[in-house]
């Protein structure tokens, strides 16, 4: 076999259970393992919330590179390397397919829009120069297409749907390389080394204080093996139940950030979570289960890929069409994490902003807060900032998950609110996950830790924390702001418009 073959790392940052990995190994006798880096996905100013919401903040760019390094040293344990580039992914690769002589081109499929429009030019490209491509599913546990086909063309819209039709995933793949076939010849093109976050322009980055998140395969199978050993917890996985201000050991296993950029398969973290079952016998079912995450997962994919304009209100068939106000002061206090709340600012500011990754609750909380909650901002505003922000920031989930919080698709019971007071007390009453994150109030006695505009002023004063000083004062009132977001989510239910008709346009800016 004389054959070069190439394999086009974009997520899928992994050794393991890697399908485009395996053909291409098995099709060629030289391996040439790209990675393209994209500038669409690099914009160091911290100010830039693009809409479109594709740019990387930090944490992000940060993981990515450390998922990099740690590709590139496993591929060079079994006798290759990882190739580096940077450019426009569909100039880069077709022209290094021509370079280098490429026979056949090995990619995982993805089912981002961008990325459709991404692969579709490079695979029309590749077969008019006669190279084979494969382009295997292993970001998910299951075809997308294959569930909307299964369900006469139509995305199921709902979780349960979605189980029936899913049935059980394809097992991951279990090759253990020894060694994988050589890098063929170069032909004098230029790599890159990995670079550093600073290279890239990511500012004064030892002003920042870094996620202890650190990207990678490695880290990723140590994470599993850590979250999958004591068996009785996996069992007994309760998503609600969780502590969202559990942060020295988050509730959850922290593995999204892994799965987002494939250092971890899906369909491996699937598996072990059954041999863990097998081993228990009585364990929780989906969809609390941790299985009935994944499947939560698959459930958003599905539904993504199969919605057009499913990242936008506008166009887009499953959701509700309601008047968001327009406030950029009011978002960049959320954003900024300066409404007044500290619950919410204490996930916005401090967790969101230096880790990249909060709870599933304290995301519920702050996505309710900004949206039908409090402030009546538009989901798409949060999703970018989300977008930007999360290490795990994941195209499919994140507008899915603004999409049902928002009440705008999946959950319509908008009368049901989070408190951005009594809901974190539930958990940590004390406020030591606010002490934490918000060091400006670590003083405050815990009576007015989740409120503390109703410390009396001497209180204030000892716990050195004046609010309208040291710490804002709330932005809204909660009582009477969720009052008004309940009426005009009602409202605009009650015209129960489609999403694209100039008469909606009209309708909705009466209810502004
Ligand atoms: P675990 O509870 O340990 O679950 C294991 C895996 O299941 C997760 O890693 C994730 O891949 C998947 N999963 C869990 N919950 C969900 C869910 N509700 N929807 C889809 N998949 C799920 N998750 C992302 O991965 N990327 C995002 O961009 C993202 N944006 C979100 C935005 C909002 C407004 C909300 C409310 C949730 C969002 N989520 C997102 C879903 C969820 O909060 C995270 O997946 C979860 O908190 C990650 O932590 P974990 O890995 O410890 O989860």
Redesign the pocket.
């Known amino acids: 076999m004389e054959y070069n073959a190439m394999v086009w790392f974009r997520k899928g940052l992994r050794i393991h259970d890697n399908p485009a990995l395996d053909l291409a190994c098995r099709r060629s006798k030289h391996l040439f393992p790209v990675f393209v880096l994209d500038p669409r996905y690099l914009d160091p100013d911290p100010s830039a919330f693009s809409p479109g919401s594709t740019r990387s903040g930090l944490n992000r760019i940060r993981f990515l590179l450390e998922s990099l390094s740690d590709l590139d040293s496993s591929l060079r344990k079994l006798g290759s390397r990882l190739l580096v580039l940077r450019g426009d992914p569909v100039r880069v690769v077709s022209q290094i397919l021509m370079d280098w002589n490429i026979g056949t081109l090995c990619f995982e499929f993805d089912t981002e829009p961008y990325s459709q429009v991404r692969d579709n030019q490079v695979k029309d490209f590749a077969s008019k120069c006669g190279i084979q491509v494969f382009s295997p599913i292993s970001h998910t546990l299951f075809s997308p297409a294959d569930i909307i086909k299964k369900n006469g063309g139509k995305p199921p819209l709902t979780y349960q749907a979605f189980v029936k039709l899913a049935g059980q995933p394809p097992p991951p793949l279990t090759e253990a390389y020894t060694c994988l076939p050589p890098v063929g010849d170069l032909r004098g093109c230029e790599l890159l080394d990995i670079p550093q976050i600073d290279e890239l322009g990511y500012g004064d980055i030892s002003q920042e204080e870094f996620s202890p998140i650190r990207g990678g395969e490695s880290e990723a199978l140590k994470r599993l093996e850590e ?1 999958l050993k004591n068996k009785e917890w996996v069992a007994k996985f309760e ?1 609600p139940k ?1 502590d969202p201000s559990a942060f020295l050991k ?1 509730a ?5 950030p892994y ?2 950029f494939g250092c971890l398969s ?1 369909r491996y ?1 699937y598996q072990c979570i059954q041999n863990v079952y097998k081993n228990v016998g009585k364990h929780t079912f989906p969809p609390v289960s ?1 299985v009935g ?2 499947l ?2 698959e ?2 994919y599905t539904v993504a890929f199969g919605t057009p304009n499913f990242d936008q209100m506008k166009g887009n068939k499953i959701c509700k069409q309601i008047p968001w106000n327009d406030n950029e002061g009011l978002l960049i206090a959320w954003r900024e994490g300066q409404t007044g709340y500290p619950w919410i600012d204490a996930i916005m500011i401090q967790q969101l902003k230096k880790w990249g ?4 609750l304290a ?2 909380s702050v ?1 309710c807060f900004l949206t039908r909650g409090d402030l009546f901002i538009h989901w798409e505003k ?2 970018d900032v ?2 930007r922000q ?1 290490i ?3 195209w499919a ?2 507008n ?3 999409l ?2 928002s009440c705008s698709s999946f959950f319509y019971q908008y009368h049901r609110i989070y408190s951005p007071t009594t809901f974190g007390k539930k958990y940590d009453p004390d406020g030591k996950f606010i002490r934490h994150f918000l060091p400006v109030l670590k003083d405050m006695p815990k009576e007015y830790i989740y409120e503390p505009w109703s410390a009396p002023l001497s209180v204030q004063e000892k716990a050195k924390c004046i609010i309208g000083r040291d710490y804002p004062i709330p932005v809204v009132d909660h009582g009477i702001a969720s009052k008004d977001c309940k009426r005009r989510v009602g409202e605009a239910y009650a015209l129960n418009l489609p999403s694209d008709s100039l008469e909606t346009e009209e309708k909705l800016s009466g209810l502004r």
């Open positions: 979250s998503k969780g988050p959850t296993t922290l593995l999204s799965l987002k899906s973290f941790l995450q994944l939560w997962r459930f958003f990754w909060m709870h599933h995301r519920h996505a949060g999703r989300f977008e999360l795990d920031s994941d989930i994140n899915g998950n603004w049902w919080l």
